[in-house]
């Protein structure tokens, strides 16, 4: 990374980056790029898209480091901040990623709140497929019609904390490329393995020839959560925030559990309460593996 670049400004900056970046494009707010950010963002593309609209040198790092693709990045020389800006856009750069270069202005069209810091990336997060997760021990976690973008976000990073072999979106409502699920999963929607299904007889084959044991987070009764025995192989299915699981579920054979409420609320959040479980069913598993 040539030092001159951060340390200057204005049209020396220009100047310098010009010289070192060959093969980008400079446009405006009219440029089709510049629209299929705002489509993204705002889910106009047919079928909900799997590219998301990405900023932030963490989330846009590990982004690189997880081996996503990006479709292009859009640069606003004037917003770039320090060393740590203009070694990402060499890294992206050097991958052959198409370079746009847009004023900040047109750069404001796109930024959520708090800035890019003159870097926004255009990024693909395709789902996975139930037959790609491996058959071995581990937590599965069902979500069944989950619909508030963050939540979905909270569950992804704590699925990611307790090494949870992935995620299913059954009766799937958000798409994993909203701004808010992103946000709230702090990167982990990267690593985390997401799979969307909405063919509960193919689920329910894949449950049973996998071996799974299904345990349902259920408000209304069961075994309390610090009772509840958790095997090591256990497919964890939470419901929606205001219908719970769908009885398809119930037809299979499960156990259930809860979590009890001392206060007058009935029910935790479900992101907070998906922790919860998470966590101890991780920590029967190591206290019965032994």
Same mark, same amino acid.
């Given at each position: 990374?040539?030092?001159?670049?951060?340390?200057?400004?204005?049209?020396?900056?220009?100047?310098?980056?010009?010289?070192? =970046?060959?093969?980008?494009?400079?446009?405006?707010?009219?440029?089709?790029?510049?629209?299929?950010?705002?489509?993204?963002?705002? %889910?106009?593309?047919?079928?909900?898209?799997?590219?998301?609209?990405?900023?932030?040198?963490?989330?846009?790092?590990?982004?690189?480091?997880?081996?996503?693709?990006?479709?292009?990045?859009?640069?606003?020389?004037?917003? $770039?901040?320090?060393?740590?800006?203009?070694?990402?856009?060499?890294?992206?750069?050097?991958?052959?990623?198409?370079? =746009?270069? $847009?004023?900040?202005?047109?750069?404001?069209?796109?930024?959520?709140?708090?800035?890019?810091?003159?870097?926004?990336?255009?990024?693909?997060?395709?789902?996975?497929?139930?037959?790609?997760?491996?058959?071995?021990?581990?937590?599965?976690?069902?979500?069944?019609?989950?619909?508030?973008?963050? %939540?979905?976000?909270? $569950?992804?990073?704590?699925?990611?904390?307790?090494?949870?072999?992935? $995620?299913?979106?059954?009766?799937?409502?958000?798409?994993?490329?909203?701004?808010?699920?992103?946000?709230?999963?702090?990167?982990?929607?990267?690593?985390?393995?997401?799979?969307?299904?909405?063919?509960?007889?193919?689920?329910?084959?894949?449950?049973?020839?996998?071996?799974?044991?299904?345990?349902?987070?259920?408000?209304?009764?069961?075994?309390?959560?610090?009772?509840?025995?958790?095997?090591?192989?256990?497919?964890?299915?939470?419901?929606?925030?205001?219908?719970?699981?769908?009885?398809?579920?119930?037809?299979?054979?499960?156990?259930?559990? =809860?979590?009890?409420?001392?206060?007058?609320?009935?029910?935790? %959040?479900?992101?907070?309460?998906?922790?919860?479980?998470?966590?101890?069913?991780?920590?029967?598993?190591?206290?019965?593996?032994?």
């Amino acid at each position: 990374m040539d030092n001159k670049l951060w340390l200057t400004s204005g049209e020396e900056r220009e100047a310098l980056f010009k010289k070192k =970046y060959q093969n980008v494009e400079w446009v405006g707010s009219k440029h089709g790029i510049i629209k299929r950010g705002q489509d993204l963002i705002r %889910n106009r593309i047919p079928g909900g898209g799997q590219v998301a609209v990405i900023q932030g040198y963490f989330a846009l790092n590990e982004a690189l480091v997880t081996g996503k693709h990006f479709e292009a990045l859009l640069v606003c020389l004037e917003e $770039i901040i320090g060393a740590e800006g203009w070694r990402l856009l060499d890294s992206v750069y050097n991958n052959g990623v198409p370079i =746009y270069v $847009i004023s900040k202005k047109t750069m404001a069209l796109l930024e959520e709140a708090g800035g890019s810091a003159g870097l926004i990336g255009y990024i693909s997060l395709p789902y996975h497929q139930l037959e790609s997760l491996k058959n071995e021990d581990g937590l599965l976690i069902i979500l069944d019609g989950v619909e508030i973008p963050g %939540n979905v976000g909270t $569950i992804l990073r704590s699925a990611d904390a307790v090494g949870a072999k992935g $995620i299913v979106l059954y009766r799937r409502k958000v798409r994993i490329t909203h701004p808010k699920l992103l946000r709230a999963s702090l990167t982990a929607a990267y690593r985390v393995p997401i799979i969307w299904e909405d063919d509960f007889e193919k689920l329910k084959l894949f449950l049973e020839s996998r071996k799974y044991n299904i345990i349902l987070a259920d408000a209304t009764g069961g075994t309390p959560y610090y009772k509840t025995k958790f095997p090591q192989k256990t497919a964890l299915v939470l419901g929606s925030e205001k219908y719970g699981i769908s009885e398809s579920f119930y037809g299979l054979a499960h156990e259930r559990t =809860y979590l009890p409420m001392l206060g007058d609320m009935d029910s935790l %959040n479900v992101g907070v309460a998906a922790t919860v479980l998470m966590y101890e069913a991780g920590f029967y598993s190591d206290r019965h593996s032994k």
